[in-house]
């Protein structure tokens, strides 16, 4: 749980980003159409939820700002009895100012009127430059005068870099549920079964512990699937021999964990698949211990590269010398994505990688990234070993920077070989 002072914590600390005589302006998500009269399940934006803790849609968080002091208002859905039979409880907004740490707060239906009246002698317009909402169109129309429209995106993701104590807690907490769910798919008697039976099995243990969705499509990929990155039909059968990549996180009270393991059908690694997983797991390691406060993400990336290319080297994936072949890109064939990405509210969390100045960010104390190194062979490819063609691997854990180095925060969920056959009978 996330208290309200430290919601009031945030908003004084955005509001004083703002430049004086400004209004800034963040807006709740909108529910979103999935076939006719039928819409996804609704999530709250991550930029308003951070400021505001408020999940209800049609909502906005708006900061006025004069010379020297700064007001809070929150704009909340009217109660009404009939939408509410059929829609759920609404706050109200008696109700939101009690329980929310703002000045005002009126209804939804007085925002454009409140914002003309806020926006009077003020120069500056703060709001989601990259907005879709409908709701934009009015806001551009209403404040087109001021002299200048500022990103306030930016300033909140920002913000959302460094993780308070509370905010670990739910990630973890997300964590622990998802190494259930990875265990139960370890443990779980896949003989003739299909990869979305092994997915419900996986989303059966979120759901089942509390959390609200999965923070990402689970992917499910049995044998040369795992060698489309984002395959998400889940639709094949589990082979016997093959090994399957799953890469699956729920989110608990809106904080994402982003988990891959890559496990064998029949519950034990086949020798090649050994070495390939081995391999990959050392680089892994090795990159895990890299983290500590001041490293920079391209080091850790390029580190990830050398080490997977010698590694790719010694199988005879690839030949040549190391130093040329990653001049010559040839290892991006078999590990063409990142080594990790920032995970918080949302699972790519939309923290910046870059300072204002276009600097790079240093890692710092807080910080809550993945490290995902992965290896993929397709089944057609005939440069390789055969042994290798139709086994993609990654391993992918949550990393917490500390003060001196890190935490793995999903150091329990079972990853190496034997840990893993330890789980099938
Ligand atoms: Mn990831």
Known sequence: MIQEKEYKKRKDKLANKLSPHSVGVLLSAEYKTRSNDTEYPYRQNSNFYYMSGFKEDNAALVFVKT???????LFVQKKDETIELWSGKRLGEIEAKKRFSVDEVYTSDMFEEKL??????????YFDLDSTDKRVRNIKKITKKLSSHKNIALLVNEM???????????IKKAISITKQAHHRAMQWNKTGKKEYELQAE???????????????????ACGNSANTLHY?????ALVKDELILIDAGCEYAYYASDITRTIPVSGKFSQAQKELYNMVLEVQLKIIKMIQPGVKKSKIQ????????????????LKGECKKLIKDKEHKKYYPHGIGHWMGLDVHDEAP?????NKEIALKKGMVLTIEPGIYCDKNDKTIPKKYRGIGIRI???????????ENLSLKIAKSVQEIESFSK
């Open 67 to 73: 010379k020297k002091s700064f007001k809070t208002v």
């Open 202 to 220: 996986i989303e059966y243990v979120f759901k089942k512990n509390g959390a609200y969705s999965d923070a990402y499509t689970s992917i499910v």
């Open 160 to 170: 959302r870099l460094l993780k308070s104590s509370s905010e670990i807690s739910l």
């Open 232 to 236: 998400i039909d889940n639709d094949k």
């Open 353 to 357: 990688y870059r300072d204002k100045n």
């Open 396 to 406: 992918e854990d949550n990393i917490l920077v500390t003060k001196k180095g890190c």
């Open 116 to 125: 003309k009246e806020f926006i009077k002698d003020k120069n500056n317009l």
């Open 302 to 317: 390029r580190k990830s590269e050398k080490l997977l290319c010698n590694g790719m080297i010694q199988l005879g994936i």
